[in-house]
């Protein structure tokens, strides 16, 4: 900042990561949210989950909500497996009793196991987030935001968190689900949302709005090919 002031350049920049956004999720949806790096998914389910407030608009949620925004942000790097999940669980909402209820279940999901004792400042990047993942996923949420975390656990971790959306999904609970990977996201939503550039291009069918998310891929592809990067390419809504 100061170098900058030192050049007479602005301290700050206005950036608009959502833009007139406007849409309505029922209970017991399970929606997905595509799109490229960059075209706002994050933004919109931190707002859902209260994290951030909108500068314009409202966002109204219904019922508790849990969700893996920030994969391990409540998880705590000096305290150990053990604590954290009460801490967490805590966090989240779950009373004492009830953590303690479930927490052989969570720490079973997890798969952790020897390391329940460890702090978690020592855990492998897979292990943080499966156990972040199992604390979240027993909180039993009415809404349950999911961001990329399916991508860090190996495929027998990530198979078991699939199992629990779909337990989850099955008890008619809510939720919005941002990945990359556009064909696990066919299986497991009914609904899918592809945003761009912080709008919403698409809202129908996950498997259609999968497809545009692929051709909105080889335009940026295309364009990054070009000797000028230009992106101009990919349009802002269909
Ligand atoms: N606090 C912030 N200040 C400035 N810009 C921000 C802030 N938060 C997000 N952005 C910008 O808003 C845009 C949307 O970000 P967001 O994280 O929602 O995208 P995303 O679709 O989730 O991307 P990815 O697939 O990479 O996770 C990005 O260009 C990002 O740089």
């Known amino acids: 900042m100061s170098v900058r002031a030192l050049r007479g350049e602005r301290l700050s920049d206005r ?97 952790i196991g020897r390391f329940l004792d460890d702090q978690v400042k020592f855990y492998s990047s897979g292990m943080f987030m499966r156990l972040a993942f199992s604390i979240a996923a027993h909180t039993e949420p009415d809404v349950f935001l999911i961001d990329e975390v399916l991508a860090v656990g190996d495929p027998p971790f990530r198979e078991r968190c699939l199992e629990r959306i779909r337990e989850l999904r099955g008890q008619g609970r809510t939720m919005v689900v941002v990945a990359h990977d556009i064909q696990m996201l066919i299986g497991l939503c009914d609904r899918g949302i592809t945003m761009r550039q912080g709008r919403v291009a698409f809202d129908g069918p996950t498997a259609e709005a999968g497809a545009l998310v692929r051709a909105d891929r080889q335009a940026r592809r295309a364009a990054a090919a070009l000797p000028d990067g230009s992106s101009s390419q990919i349009p802002k809504s269909t």
Not at 42 to 64: F, H, N, Y
């Open 15 to 111: 950036f608009r990561a959502l833009d007139g956004v406007s849409l309505t999720i029922d209970r017991g949806e399970t929606v997905a949210l595509m799109g490229l790096n960059g075209s706002g998914k994050s933004t919109l389910l931190k707002l859902i989950s209260g994290v951030m407030r909108p500068d314009e608009g409202r966002v109204l949620v219904r019922g508790r909500v849990a969700g893996l925004i920030d994969v391990g942000a409540g998880l705590h790097p000096e305290l150990t497996g053990r604590e954290n999940v009460r801490l967490n669980g805590a966090i989240l909402g779950m009373t004492r009793p009830e953590i303690e209820r479930k927490f052989d279940a969570i720490v079973e999901f997890s798969g």
